[in-house]
């Protein structure tokens, strides 16, 4: 199976830096991670996912890092916002589901 | 529309007592599962089904027992509730099995046992 899990539970960040939450996973053979955003009373939403094949994938000021060699995932949010403020998973998938990290909590700071 | 509706989001009750909760998607997904999320925030996957079929049973109680009448609902009925399994619910759908591209959750059901 895999087993994923973050570096530190919670991030406070000042608005307008960028922020860094890291995941470390342990089954190599995982060929596809995902990054979700859990607001308060709703569930996880996909924000951006990336294949094994790759070590960086781009979005709307979201970037992904993926480095196989340590097993760590990134995800990297520019110019956060006070709406980014959440829970934030990682997610990889092995075995026909997705075993989530823990979930970093992120409070954003005006 | 809500692309995955559970029901209810909050249910309260006491310890010993059966409960249901119900799941549905419009997505026209074949894939269902249901996951619990504990007070640590940590996300686990308890069931899933893939055309009605159960295909991931995560060492769940057999108090909990789903239930896939078509692909688009997953039902999930819990026996003999105990205070442990006071936790979030979340319902997710993707098109195939495991796959984390256009997996959608839903919004919860906050289930607390007293």
């Known amino acids: 199976g895999e087993s994923v899990g973050l570096h530190l539970p919670t991030l406070s960040v000042q608005e307008g830096d960028n922020s860094i939450i890291n995941c470390a996973y342990s089954?190599?053979?995982?060929?596809?991670f995902i990054w979700y955003k859990q607001e308060s009373g709703k569930g996880p939403q996909f924000i951006i996912d990336?294949?094994?094949?790759?070590d960086k994938r781009q979005g709307q000021r979201v970037t992904v890092l993926l480095n196989k060699t340590v097993k760590h995932l990134s995800l990297q949010i520019a110019a956060t916002q006070p709406g980014d403020s959440a829970v934030y998973f990682c997610?990889?998938?092995?075995?026909?589901?997705?075993?989530f990290g823990a979930g970093t909590t992120v409070t954003v700071r005006a | 529309d809500t692309a995955v509706s559970q029901t209810p989001k909050y249910l309260v009750t006491q310890m010993g007592n059966d409960k249901s909760i119900k799941c549905e998607q419009n997505?026209?997904?074949?894939?269902m599962y249901w996951y619990k999320q504990d007070s640590k925030k940590f996300l686990k996957i308890m069931f899933s089904?893939?055309?009605?079929?159960?295909?991931i049973n995560e060492t769940v109680p057999n108090r909990f027992s789903p239930k896939s009448p078509d692909k688009a609902h997953l039902n999930l009925h819990i026996n003999s509730l105990e205070l442990g399994d006071s936790a979030v619910y979340f319902c997710?759908?993707?098109?195939?099995?495991?796959?984390?591209?256009?997996?959608?959750f839903g919004s919860g059901t906050r289930l607390t046992v007293v």
């Open positions: 997710a759908s993707s098109p195939q099995p495991g796959q984390g591209y256009g997996y959608t």
């Open positions: 089954n190599s053979a995982s060929d596809y």
């Open positions: 990336i294949r094994s094949n790759m």
């Open positions: 997610a990889g998938s092995n075995d026909y589901k997705l075993s």
């Open positions: 997505l026209g997904h074949d894939t």
């Open positions: 089904y893939n055309n009605k079929e159960l295909i």
